[in-house]
């Protein structure tokens, strides 16, 4: 079975400053999916970024980018030039095939004025 | 707007009582999932449906829960019996099916409360 692993619970950021969250999964599989999902306070989760675990350049969505150690099986996102509408629940979640898409326990992201 | 919805938003029940609940998906995605979640917690896994066939039910979920979705459109999640270990909140996803790397839509969620 797989698993994802957040160990940051809660992190701080201050406004336009960079940030980092970590991610570690667990597979056999060689072909998987990667995502990191974001849960405001209002509770409705968007889809913030993914990767494709057989591509070797690492995804970025405008201030979102990851960097994918496929050898590490490690996931973490970096959220740059940090704005107040960052401030959420940050899943880190693992697809492998066609199967179901399985969740981290999640970090808790505030973001200081 | 055209999103996931879910009915009701909030659910108080007594322990005991049967519940159930709706998920319309975006309606050209075939997949749509069911997950549960905790204060504080990741979303859990319940079940998952591909149109109408349900692909896949979590082991870690009783014989009290079970899910529909007869037409492959929306879908229920019933739970019979309820018990104060029930309350979550319950998240209901689609996509659209064929790419591995697709993007989950979620609904806002059913709160439930069992007293």
């Known amino acids: 079975a797989q698993t994802v692993t957040q160990s940051q619970p809660e992190m701080s950021v201050q406004e336009a400053e960079t940030v980092t969250l970590s991610c570690t999964y667990d597979t056999s599989e060689s072909n998987y999916y990667l995502f990191w999902y974001k849960q405001p306070p209002s509770r409705q989760m968007i889809l913030v970024i993914r990767q494709e675990a057989y591509k070797q350049q690492n995804a970025t969505e405008n201030r979102f980018s990851v960097n994918f150690q496929k050898a590490a099986k490690s996931f973490s996102l970096k959220i740059s030039d940090s704005q107040l509408g960052d401030t959420a629940m940050y899943f880190c979640a693992f697809r492998g095939g066609y199967q179901k898409v399985t969740f981290g326990t999640g970090t808790k992201l505030q973001v200081i004025p | 707007d055209t999103g996931v919805s879910q009915d009701p938003r909030h659910k108080i029940t007594k322990r005991g009582q049967n519940v159930t609940f709706r998920c319309d998906p975006i309606s050209e995605h075939n997949r749509l999932y069911w997950y549960r979640q905790t204060l504080g917690q990741g979303p859990e896994f319940l079940t998952y449906f591909q149109n109408e066939a349900q692909l896949e039910k979590s082991r870690l979920l009783s014989d009290r829960f079970s899910a529909e979705r007869p037409k492959g459109s929306f879908s229920t999640l019933e739970i019979q019996r309820t018990e104060q270990g029930d309350s979550a909140m319950y998240l209901c996803?689609?996509?659209?099916?064929?790419?591995?790397?697709?993007?989950?839509?979620f609904g806002s969620g059913t709160q439930l409360s069992v007293l």
């Open positions: 996803a689609s996509s659209l099916d064929g790419q591995s790397n697709e993007k989950l839509f």
